[in-house]
């Protein structure tokens, strides 16, 4: 069964510092894709960063980075230099190939960060 | 520029009675997902339209869930006979189309609050 886990309900980090958000995933599909996605109390689900399994390189976008091990299945995010505007809800999310016969992306149940002034 | 708008944003329903969720997808976005938040909880995926076809309606819950997108535009998400554990933040996302293994940008709506009393 495909799983996302994220271990860690919330964390805290200092404004100016970078911090890790935890993902691990399981899935026996061999091609797959890993996402980020931010959720402020307003509601709205942003999308952060993606990862494709075959991707040499890890992703980066800006602040954001994924460090991505295959064989570890692991896709931690890294947020580097946070900010107060960082503090929200983050979910790690999976998607299969569409060559598997599904579109379902699978969210983790997210970790909570607070970034203190 | 429009995003993803959804209405009602919030909506009280007695038990046991039907209830439409609509979604306007950013125009010409061909992928559109529906997807259930409890509270406390990441997104779970419900179902998922490319164009009007619905291609995947493995999340739906029960068959008192229904979900349609005619015109291949605006979509509508349907319950019937609600029950109190329908209570959730019902969320529309749509994108360009779907790559093979992800890479697409998810752009989500503001969601609709259901409490069934």
């Known amino acids: 069964a495909q799983k996302i886990t994220q271990t860690q309900p919330g964390m805290f980090v200092q404004e100016k510092e970078a911090v890790t958000l935890d993902c691990t995933y399981d899935?026996?599909?061999?091609?797959?894709?890993l996402f980020w996605y931010k959720q402020p109390s307003s509601g709205e689900m942003i999308f952060l960063i993606y990862q494709g399994s075959y991707d040499q390189q890890n992703a980066t976008e800006g602040r954001y980075s994924l460090n991505f091990q295959k064989a570890r299945k692991s896709a931690n995010l890294v947020i580097s230099a946070s900010q107060l505007g960082d503090s929200a809800m983050y979910f790690c999310a999976m998607r299969p190939a569409i060559t598997s016969g599904t579109y379902k992306y699978i969210f983790g149940t997210g970790t909570r960060l607070k970034v203190l002034a | 520029g429009a995003g993803v708008s959804q209405s009602p944003r919030y909506k009280v329903a007695k038990r046991g009675q039907d209830v439409a969720l609509r979604c306007d997808p950013i125009s010409g976005h061909v992928s559109l997902f529906w997807y259930q938040q409890a509270l406390g909880q990441g997104p779970e995926f419900l179902t998922y339209?490319?164009?009007?076809?619905?291609?995947?309606k493995s999340g739906l819950p029960s068959d008192r869930f229904f979900a349609e997108r005619p015109e291949g535009s605006v979509s509508t998400l349907k319950i019937q006979r609600t029950q109190q554990e329908d209570s959730a933040v019902y969320l529309c996302?749509?994108?360009?189309?779907?790559?093979?293994?992800?890479?697409?940008?998810?752009?989500f709506g503001p969601g609709t609050r259901l409490l069934v009393l």
């Open positions: 339209f490319q164009n009007e076809a619905q291609l995947d």
């Open positions: 996302a749509s994108s360009l189309v779907l790559r093979s293994s992800g890479g697409e940008t998810q752009y």
């Open positions: 899935t026996s599909d061999p091609s797959y894709g």
